[in-house]
Structure formats: structure tokens, C-alpha cells
């Protein structure tokens, strides 16, 4: 089978694909032919060695990933050879078969494509986790969302207009604002042509949001914070802009605010049973239609680094996949 290698840290262009042996699963594992994989930003940063872990080299990155079950270890009795199924893992998603274990697997519901299963764990599974479980956002509460046109930012939008929020899209084009707006969102901002703080305000008629979901960081994060609403939840989702902001903290006692850290991985792994609940009122929300990942870009394995350069460089919309058995 092939896979792509990461073998030294570095830019996405020093990866190679290798033809590696057929994985075969040990006990409590499944092995799945993979037929998409999300690609995630995290994943740019793995291969650099800038994220909070480090794998020790060489390995596979991908995390997230839809295929069917090959073959199943000792002690795997609720899924069976030619199942399908999603599966998020620490490692190993860009290749054409990936070793998960068995508690890390969910059967693909009836009538969903791969493409929208591989694009579901860590994007909504981060969005869920901060918006619902992290800032408990209520029906008729406002929530700005930064970087609003990305994997995060689009699932945070959707889940909060499930729950009957406002929500308000920041946003570095029109294009992008488009994207927005044709997933719920109520307003926008385009924060490369607009003063933020002047219009989160107009936006909100000077009372600011109740929430602001941040995966971006950098400039945008003091202007934001400082317009949040009384009592206002601030979610640290990530730093995509590249720079870790430095907060006035006298900001959190003037608006009697909330700053909350946002680790999906960590809180998977911490509350199993609280995140399998999570994904199965994201299931539901997707059968009702009121999510639906937007899939902007699909590659081949041999275009792996081009999709982790666009990925890079903000050119993605919503996700992209890798298609790894083309």
C-alpha cells in the first residue's frame, strides 16, 4: 500500500509517498482501506514538529478518515470486514490503509459519501466541543465567528445556527463571506477592508457578542476581545494567523468575560463518553440537514503537499480530502 512520509520536519514539499507493507491489525485494532481523509491545519503544523505533540519520525500524518474495514484484530466484535466506517487517529490518515483502535471507530451513517465522513471528526468535533460544551451557547445569543470561512469556523456557524444563536462571520474576502452566509450566517465582516471593532459594534448594536469563536489569533484577537458583550465567552480555538496574541487581561475584569481554551484532541480523549455523545447529536444534526461539512477541494495522494500548502497558505474553504486510492 502507499502512503505519504514525513520523515524529517519540515514544509509540506518535503514529504515523499513510499510503498509500504499491507498493515495487518494486533488485538483491540481494525485495519480500514482508506478512501478519504480530512485534511486539517493541525496537520501542517505536525510536520514541521509546531503542534502540541510530536510523533517520533518517520510517520504518516492524517488524522481523520472514511474507508471500510480489511480486517479486524482479536477481542473486535461491533464492526466487520467490509463495513464502513469513520475513524479519527493520532497519525496515519494520508495512505491507502490505516491501523485505528477499536473505540476510536463510528459506522458511517446509511446514505452518507466518504468525502462528508472524513470531513466531520475534528472540524465539528472541535466546533461542538467549544460552542456547546465549552461556551454553552443558548437560542437568541450572539456569536462572532473569526476565520469563519475555514473547516472550524464554517462548522461553528452551522452548529450555532442549530442552536438558535445569531451568528455573525469575520472573514479576509467577499468570496469567503459568500461561503458564510450560504451556511446561516446572519451578518458579516470582512476584516481585511472593515475596522473589526467598528463593526462587530454596528453589528450588534453596540452590545457585542456573547460569544466570539477565535481559531485565528494574531491582530484580530485584542480588537475582538475588546468588543465582546458583558459577561462574554472568548474561545481559544487555535492560531492560524501564525502569532500567539498577548491579552490585556484587565479586559476579562471590565467585561466580566471568560477566556476558554478549546483542545478537542485532549478533551476526546479525557471524556470518551462525552465526545461520542457530541458526535451523535452531530450525526442527528446532519440528518436533519441543519450541518453539512463543504467540501472545496479534492486530491489525490501524490497531491498531499499541495493540499497542506493551500491549507497553508488560507486558500481553503470549509475542508478538503484527500483521496487516497486515486
Known amino acids: 500500500m502507499k502512503a505519504v512520509v514525513c520523515k524529517a520536519w519540515g514544509l509540506p514539499d518535503t514529504l515523499v509517498v513510499e510503498e509500504l507493507e499491507d498493515l495487518v491489525p494486533g488485538a483491540g485494532q481494525v485495519a480500514i482501506d482508506v478512501m478519504a481523509a480530512g485534511v486539517n491545519f493541525p496537520d501542517v503544523l505536525i510536520i514541521q514538529g509546531k503542534y502540541q505533540f510530536k510523533p517520533e519520525l518517520p510517520f504518516t500524518p492524517g488524522s481523520e478518515v472514511s474507508g471500510v474495514v480489511r480486517a479486524v484484530g482479536d477481542g473486535v ?16 490518515g494520508f495512505a491507502q490503509q490505516v491501523l485505528a483502535p477499536a473505540q476510536a471507530i463510528m459506522p458511517m451513517p446509511p446514505g452518507m459519501d466518504f468525502d462528508t465522513a472524513a470531513a466531520i471528526t475534528l472540524t465539528y468535533g472541535t466546533s461542538h466541543h467549544a460552542v456547546v460544551d465549552r461556551a454553552a451557547l443558548k437560542a437568541g445569543e450572539t456569536m462572532l465567528v473569526l476565520g469563519a470561512a475555514g473547516g472550524v469556523g464554517l462548522a461553528a456557524i452551522e452548529i450555532g445556527k442549530a442552536l438558535g444563536a445569531r451568528v455573525i462571520a469575520a472573514a479576509s474576502s467577499e468570496e469567503k463571506l459568500a461561503v458564510c452566509r450560504a451556511h446561516g450566517a446572519d451578518a458579516t465582516i470582512n476584516y481585511s477592508t472593515e ?42 480555538v487555535g492560531f492560524a494567523n501564525g502569532e500567539i496574541p498577548k491579552l490585556p487581561l484587565n479586559l476579562t475584569l471590565l467585561k466580566g468575560a471568560s477566556l476558554m481554551g478549546v ?42 503537499a499541495s493540499a497542506l500548502d493551500d491549507m497553508a497558505a488560507r486558500k481553503v474553504t470549509g475542508k478538503v480530502v484527500i483521496q487516497p486510492q486515486k
Open 77 to 92: 466484535s461491533h464492526v466487520n470486514v467490509g463495513d464502513k466506517v469513520i475513524a479519527f487517529i493520532a497519525q496515519g
Open 195 to 236: 475596522d473589526l471593532r467598528e463593526a462587530i459594534k454596528a453589528a450588534t448594536d453596540g452590545k457585542g457578542p456573547d460569544v466570539i469563536y477565535d481559531p485565528v489569533g494574531g491582530i484580530y484577537a485584542e480588537p475582538a476581545f475588546r468588543s465582546i458583550g458583558w459577561r462574554g465567552r472568548y474561545l481559544v
Open 263 to 304: 483542545f478537542w484532541g485532549e478533551f476526546a480523549k479525557r471524556e470518551p463518553k462525552a465526545n461520542m455523545q457530541a458526535m451523535r447529536q452531530l450525526l442527528g444534526w446532519m440528518a436533519e440537514g441543519k450541518v453539512k461539512p463543504h467540501i472545496s477541494g479534492r486530491y489525490a495522494l501524490s497531491e498531499t
